[in-house]
């Protein structure tokens, strides 16, 4: 299976991440955008720029900083031989690398809506649609570091999955150290394929009425500002099936639709600054609202 092999070289390049890949690849199969979340140097760049190697697309990579201007990203008009010419940017790549997105201001986030909602860009009036398949992966710092800006609600909303990159565990440390990551071979998917195949597992009517409830609970919850959204359920349940589909399961159980709220649901639930000052997290809130709506 091409997508187990694209797995595979992808751990051959970064060690001990076999989670962090599979979310990756479950955000590519349920045809949405991924924000990589960590401190500097656990190998979020490395992740994106291997599958974009890894799975022969094209690739463009963007470093965010303070001067970035909208037009750097899409592209723009620039007058040639008497007439105006759109010059296509960066944007117009397969995978595109948004690198420490949250060094720039909200004007220029805020750029990647456009094409990541409507997987289009729009210049002088016109339409350009993007290739397909089209995936932005976004690496993030996290706030507390200096220079960041948080990223606005509305651009959140349009990560299918937010992916938290961890420290390397114990035994892996002794392998990143004496070995070279591997640069993978280009493996050839068939992407739009593939993302019909995740599309076309079954859910059982119990899940889909664990994920209404657990709208409804955070809907309710004094603790956020505001509760699911339709956007956030969708994503929530195409990531489930992408998990389930991945792991070689015709049907979404509740370990998928678990795993799947964990990077579907956190960074859409926006705590109050009264739950904030109490210590609570998205996280938190986000368990205790599986664990009431039926999620075990």
């Not at 990579?61 to 296509?88: A, H, M, N, W, Y």
């Not at 094409?115 to 398949?133: D, F, K, N, S, Y």
């Not at 420290?167 to 493996?187: F, H, M, Q, S, Y």
């Not at 699911?228 to 509740?254: F, I, T, Y």
């Amino acid at each position: 299976m091409a997508l187990e092999r694209l797995r595979e070289a992808l751990a051959q390049a970064l060690f001990g991440q076999e989670e962090v890949i599979e979310a990756l690849l479950a955000t590519v199969l349920a045809r949405g955008h991924a924000l990589l979340e960590g401190v500097p140097g656990l190998g979020k760049t490395l992740l994106a720029e291997s599958f974009a190697r890894a799975s022969g697309l094209s690739y463009k990579r963007i470093q965010f900083t303070p001067d970035l201007l909208p037009q750097d990203l899409t592209g723009s008009e620039v007058f040639r031989e008497g007439r105006f010419e759109f010059v296509k940017g960066p944007i117009f790549a397969q995978v595109v690398l948004a690198d420490e997105i949250n060094r720039a201001p909200p004007k220029v986030q805020s750029a990647l809506l456009e094409a990541m909602q409507e997987r289009a860009v729009t210049a002088g009036g016109v339409r350009h649609p993007l290739p397909e398949p089209f995936f932005v992966v976004a690496t993030q710092n996290p706030l507390e570091l200096e220079g960041t800006y948080p990223l606005p609600e509305a651009q959140l909303d349009r990560f299918t999955a937010r992916i938290v990159f961890r420290p390397p565990r114990r035994e892996v440390w002794l392998r990143i150290l004496t070995e070279e990551p591997k640069a993978p071979e280009p493996e050839e998917v068939d992407f739009p394929k593939a993302q019909e195949e995740a599309k076309a597992v079954r859910v059982a009517k119990e899940a889909l009425e664990a994920i209404t409830h657990v709208a409804f609970l955070t809907a309710e919850d004094k603790r956020l500002r505001m509760g699911l959204s339709p956007r956030g359920a969708k994503a929530w349940l195409a990531l489930a099936k992408a998990l389930a589909h991945l792991r070689g399961k015709p049907l979404v159980d509740w370990k998928e639709l678990r795993d799947a709220a964990f990077l579907a649901l956190p960074h859409r639930l926006f705590l109050t600054e009264e739950a904030l000052y109490e210590g609570e997290s998205a996280e938190k809130v986000l368990a205790e609202a599986l664990r009431k709506g039926g999620v075990p």
